[in-house]
């Protein structure tokens, strides 16, 4: 099934764990860098600098300014990336394979050696204002990311990544070394190669690039983040009620992770999926309905969104009730939790034949649980998945009990939600 | 078969029945990438039915004969496979990605999605669907600005159709009118198939064979023209958006036109999203968080489009930006160094590129559609490589990108407020 690919992992001198994955048959070689620096990191009065210092990364280092970094990337069809999240910073690259060792010696420049030029700052303060205007006009991206922040309030992980136009525009090239330097340390970073890559010589050119690269204090011990019920109506002028419902669930070092995931499938994985069949074949309540499962470390959580003509919003709340009261009741069928197994294997099979997919999964995987995952060993985990482990982790999780709910739209709390969210 | 590591293997075949097949073998993977390409969009569509072709893609998942709405949706899920399907103007097409030993189970199920029951319970109780995503289009400020473009664009020409249909227009569509719309343009002689990845090209061929026998041919084509530039400024007002964004067009060459790879480097100069004359002068300033250029080729037209997305105190400013990069490569055309660094970067991402089913795919169709047949990684590098500097002149001297252009600004701005930066 892994067509001879083969997983290799080693830690360099410097502290930094390295994970690849040399692929036959293919000529993309795919390269990540993730460092432990996100939006759970900030201290109060800098929010989004995270993102701030993730933004100002490619556009100059000690050796380069930006035009020299992108021209250098570009001449070799090099596409890169960076972004930052609530946990973390990641910079990566594809391109063909003979061209990774200058991949790598210009992104850990970057990574290493970014010299935040003082003229950068307007213009990455200006680009992230815009990147919130371009959120606040996609009300289902907004309303995805607000559950997460309503569902921990008060804990580290409900951070804005893109921090309050207050702070953005006071965070200093000081405060940008001071986080950098505690954050972008070996010893809370994972580099990871994927497809056409010669890992041997990968080791030998990162030993030698990172030789020099300091430690910290490691990535921080964390406890489990609480998470709260709660609704929120966030009232706006748009043609559709944007509904979304959170629950917390378990986080992917759990031994119910693949039973969580399959009873999102079950939930609102796709066409086949109880809400997709009642909310859209059924009654044509919405275009868009879906659930899907996130995780963060020692967290994770199910989130539901529909979107739905104002008129009709109270019957599609409604309608995710009683799906999530039936699913609570009666937890899955045994067909139900058969067809969710082939779909996620399949799934997982299929994306792993992309070079990004694999360096993604792999650099995830070690991250999270300081181990890769073949594809049989995951076929296994989903394989053992059972409609009682399924049962049992409802009851724990308890969504009905501890739902979170954001509604963006014209509708107000008592438009949505008379006679249904009070049966929680 | 005996297939040596890095080789694909073409193959093509048309049916008796006039159905064209194409295939790609990729040895490397492990799954299969299957599409039913149908010549029929928005733009074959009778105005009053405007919206027909997309509100069908949706009944091909409602069920016919051999397979209920449930059915289909359950075997998608059975067989694992990824699945979807699109509607634009000139295309409609079901795509399954699954795993190989699936291949056959998926084909079975597409050929039932395009040869739906369209019965009138479906039908209405779809309809609800159809009104939803357009109320959900209708907030989004991107769809909002690219129909309002097209549509300024194209006047009164049939590419100026909203594939979505508007509410009156779904509203009042008679189910007779999709069943005879199906008739015409859903026969074989108007249908592609084609398959990339890991498959059995003679179990492929033999199923298909059997399963389209009694298929009706149909018709096929379409009336083309030329349409008329019309340049000018148009500006839609909406205040719930925060951002302004705004599309700049000019003509560009249709997709049989042999300029396509020409057209493709200039745009990468212009306006690929990184480092490329706009990524410099409005990314890179802070004028706008997206400023990019692309092309739209269709059958009898095209269109060059810069999409800027900005904030409205800096609108004027990123148009004036935009517009003087446009009249510089205009009047000063490329560079030799930055003509090879855009070729590197399409070269390198048709082999990436290449390696995903689902983008091969749907290159083989592009492949048969513009050239007749089907191309290899190796032919289209040889065509991106002799692209010169003097082509790259010429497209500008019978496609100028500047001073006309077709403006279309969605957000809260009013006219008056936008006009400066065009001025």
Redesign the interface.
């Known amino acids: 099934?892994d067509?001879g690919d083969q997983f290799k992992q080693h830690l360099l001198a410097s502290g930094v764990q390295v994970v690849g994955q040399p692929m036959?048959?293919?000529?993309?070689a795919a390269l990540g860098i993730m460092v432990g620096a996100g939006a759970r990191h900030e201290a109060a009065g800098q929010a989004g600098i995270a993102h701030v210092v993730e933004q100002l990364l490619l556009?100059g280092t000690s050796h380069m300014d930006?035009?020299q970094l992108?021209?250098a990337?570009?001449?070799?069809?090099?596409?890169?990336d960076s972004s930052s999240g609530v946990e973390m910073t990641l910079v990566s690259a594809?391109?063909?394979g003979d061209r990774l060792p200058t991949a790598i010696d210009l992104l850990a420049d970057v990574v290493r050696f970014p010299s935040f030029p003082e003229d950068a700052f307007?213009?990455?303060?200006?680009?992230i204002?815009?990147?919130r205007?371009?959120r606040?006009?996609?009300?289902a991206q907004r309303v995805m990311d607000l559950l997460r922040q309503r569902l921990y309030e008060g804990e580290p992980i409900s951070h804005d990544v893109l921090g309050t136009p207050e702070s953005i525009d006071t965070i200093s090239r000081a405060d940008v070394l001071d986080f950098w330097t505690h954050r972008y340390t070996t010893n809370d970073m994972v580099i990871s190669v994927a497809g056409n890559v010669p890992w041997d010589a990968v080791i030998e050119q990162l030993e030698r690039v990172t030789a020099t690269w300091p430690s910290g204090e490691g990535r921080p011990v964390i406890h489990e983040p609480a998470a709260r019920r709660g609704v929120t109506i966030l009232p706006?002028?748009?043609?559709?009620e944007n509904l979304g419902f959170a629950f917390p669930a378990v986080p992917v070092t759990d031994s119910h992770y693949y039973a969580a995931r399959l009873l999102t499938q079950v939930l609102g994985g796709?066409?086949?999926s109880r809400l997709?069949?009642e909310v859209?074949?059924?009654?044509?309540?919405?275009?868009?309905v879906s659930a899907r499962f996130d995780t963060l470390e020692k967290a994770g959580f199910i989130r539901i969104y529909v979107?739905?003509?104002a008129q009709r919003a109270h019957e599609s709340v409604q309608v995710v009730m009683d799906e999530l009261e039936r699913l609570v009741a009666g937890g899955v069928t045994q067909d139900e939790l058969t067809?969710?197994k082939?779909?996620?294997?399949?799934?997982i099979?299929?994306r792993s034949?992309?070079?990004l997919a694999r360096m993604s999964a792999n650099m995830r995987n070690w991250w999270y649980e300081g181990q890769l995952h073949t594809l049989e060993g995951i076929r296994d985990r989903v394989d053992a998945v059972t409609v009682d482990e399924i049962v049992a982790l409802l009851q724990t999780l308890r969504p009905l009990e501890n739902l979170n709910v954001v509604a963006l739209g014209p509708r107000s709390q008592e438009d949505l939600f008379s006679g249904t969210l009070a049966r929680a | 078969m005996v297939v040596p590591a890095e080789t694909s293997l073409f193959y093509t075949e048309t049916l008796s029945n006039g159905l064209q097949m194409l295939g790609e073998y990729m040895p490397s993977a492990q799954s299969a990438a299957c599409v039913f390409y149908v010549q029929t969009g928005a733009r074959d569509e009778a105005p009053e039915h405007m919206g027909v072709s997309h509100f069908l893609e949706h009944m091909a998942f409602r069920g016919n004969e051999r397979r209920s709405s449930e059915a289909i949706d359950r075997a998608f899920e059975e067989m694992g496979a990824d699945s979807n399907a699109a509607t634009s103007l000139e295309m409609t097409y079901y795509w399954a990605r699954v795993l190989s030993e699936n291949v056959s189970w998926a084909i079975d199920v597409l050929c039932d999605l395009t040869h739906p029951a369209l019965s009138a319970d479906m039908f209405n109780q779809e309809r609800n669907v159809i009104l939803e995503e357009i109320a959900r289009g209708d907030d989004s400020p991107g769809r909002v600005l690219f129909t309002h473009f097209m549509s300024d664009f194209f006047g009164d020409h049939p590419l100026s159709r909203d594939v979505l249909g508007t509410e009156q227009t779904i509203s009042n569509l008679p189910v007779e009118a999709m069943r005879s719309y199906w008739a015409d343009r859903y026969g074989t002689k108007n249908m592609i198939f084609a398959i990339a990845g890991n498959f059995d090209w003679e179990s492929v061929r033999t199923q298909l064979q059997a399963l389209s026998a009694h298929w009706q041919q149909g018709t096929s084509g379409r009336v083309t023209s030329p349409a008329a530039f019309r340049p000018g400024l148009h500006v839609v007002q909406r205040e719930t958006f925060t951002q302004e964004q705004v599309l700049l067009g000019t003509p560009s060459v249709g997709r049989c036109d042999p300029r396509y790879y020409t057209a493709a480097l200039l745009t990468t100069i212009l306006g690929d999203d990184t480092g490329s004359r706009l990524f410099w002068a409005l990314h890179e300033t802070g004028l706008a968080e997206s400023a990019t250029a692309s092309t739209y080729e269709l059958e009898d037209n095209g269109v060059l489009m810069v999409h800027i997305a900005t904030e409205p105190d800096k609108t004027v400013a990123a148009l004036q930006a935009t517009r003087a990069e446009m009249a510089l490569l205009q009047d000063g055309g490329v560079q030799e160094a930055e003509l090879e660094r855009a070729k590197v970067k399409l070269n390198s991402s048709e082999v990436i590129g290449g390696e995903n089913p689902n983008v091969r795919v749907m290159s083989l169709i592009h492949s048969w559609l513009t050239e007749g047949r089907l191309e290899s990684l190796g032919e289209i590098r040889h065509k991106i490589d002799a692209v010169k500097v003097e082509d790259i002149a010429a497209y500008l001297r019978d496609f100028p990108i500047y001073p006309r252009q077709v403006i279309t600004a969605v957000g809260p701005l009013a006219e008056s407020d936008v006009r400066a930066g065009v001025e």
């Open positions: 099934m067509n036959a048959g293919v000529q993309s556009r930006a035009r992108s021209d990337l570009e001449s070799l069809g090099i596409s890169y594809v391109m063909l307007p213009t990455v303060r200006a680009l204002t815009q990147e205007r371009q606040e006009d996609q009300p706006k002028d748009t043609n559709q796709g066409s086949n997709f069949q859209r074949e059924k009654r044509g309540l919405a275009y868009a979107g739905t003509s067809l969710a082939t779909r996620v294997k399949s799934q099979i299929m034949e992309s070079t």
